[in-house]
């Protein structure tokens, strides 16, 4: 046991905030570490102490893992809380905060290294006959051999990169004339992307829905899970809306997904909140996929149906306490959504539009929430992800989850900038959504720009394709440079707002 009495939160926007608000509630103190871009931000306005670590780009602050650690030294901060993306996943950190004395929030550097690679969780699960795609359970290397292999698999199948994830580095192969080439370009791709060119096969489930499930684990030995997260509303791998619970599980399956993420986390040791992600077929198999060993932006949704403050669990746990909890205490009420709100224009190509919140009104009432970074007035930073907040509601059940939704949507008043409200009130209105029948195609299948009748701009597309791709990647900061001369091409609104 070891009482935390202050903690640095490395990160910046609605997370640091999320997580400062916790401590505060725990009569923790907080320190804000920010970027030069971030001086004037809610994070750093609401620590008790908040530090400059650097210039704008992420690789200049919010990644200086050594200037973060000499921080706390100096300010006698007990632990730090990575929340998600930057350092949350790096296993060199934690374990650099760990011999600097200091509580890392989060996993062991074991834990976090052996779930960073997709070979090594595979095989570090199969002792608990965890279900898995159909494939290679070691790195492939030889053509002729993994070419076989895949007959024996059945096409198509996918190639994946093993220090990939959350979609990086996949290829999918629809028959084995392809397959030599496609293997090679996995292979280089993943060695220049990761340093790490080892790549596995599985068979490729056409449309899949994801399922995926929280867990906790303490210090003593104990792991509960918290059920199932929905995010199978994707568009390029990054996640749009996602539910708790999931609208098509039964209580059956419900528990033996729950009963196999913990066998997960066990198979790892896991400490703290950590996500096991699953694929469902159409038949209701499901796969493990990988283990996410951070706090997710979609914890929200958990946190309503469970009534838990999940990052409250984690500092309890990061002090040594015993869960106070056991699996049969917990229960679901109720049905909860997120959207995630991006500063993106869904009617071009989902273009990151940003600039400056002119209007900025969010909206209130009996189940909703809404955890964001902003306020009006304020100009989304180029740097950084263009998510602007994320909008949850809360309901007795899933229809009046998305009455809330649609109702707070429309009460969200934001001028000055395109968002993803739109698209979000298109989806949650489809009858696919609202009747609960939809997979990770769903964008593909039913979304196009005239559904939401503006048009959009000409010429944009490419420079939005490369624009996004960009900006979406979460570790790698967009350079301010690129993103001018990307605008420089487009008529984009991001552009036009700059002449408003
Ligand atoms: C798959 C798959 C189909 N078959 N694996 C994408 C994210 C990464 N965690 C794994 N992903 C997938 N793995 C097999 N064997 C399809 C996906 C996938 C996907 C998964 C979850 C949510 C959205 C997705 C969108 C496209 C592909």
Redesign the pocket.
Known sequence: MRKINKILVANRGEIALRVMRTAKEMGIKTVAVYSEADRNALHVRFADEAVCVGGPKSSESYLRGDVIIQVCKDLGVDAIHPGYGFLSENAGFAKAVEEAGIIFIGPSPAAIELMGSKLAAKAAVAKYNIPM?P?TEEAITDVEEAKQIAQQVGFPI?I?ASA????KG?RVVEHVGLFEEQMQLAVSEATSAFGDGSVFI?????S?R?IEIQVLGDTHGNIVHLFERE??I?RR?QKVIEEAPSAILTPALREEMGRNAVNVAKACDYVGAGTV?F?LDENMNF?F??MNTRLQVEHPVTEQITGLDLVKEQILIAEGNALSFRQEDLEIYGHALELRVYAEDPANNFLPDIGKLETYRRPQGLGVRVDDGFEQGMEIPIYYDPMIAKLVTFGKDRQEAIDKMLRAIEEYQITGIETTLPFGAYVLQHEAFVSGDFD??FIERHFSPEVLERKPDEGADEVAAALAAMLMNKQKPATADAVALASENSTSNWRRNRTR
């Open positions: 795609v494939g996918l994946k990939g994830g959350g979609g996949m599985e068979k490729y489930i056409g899949p994801h995010c199978s994707q791998h992600e694929l796969y996929l990988e990770t195609k």
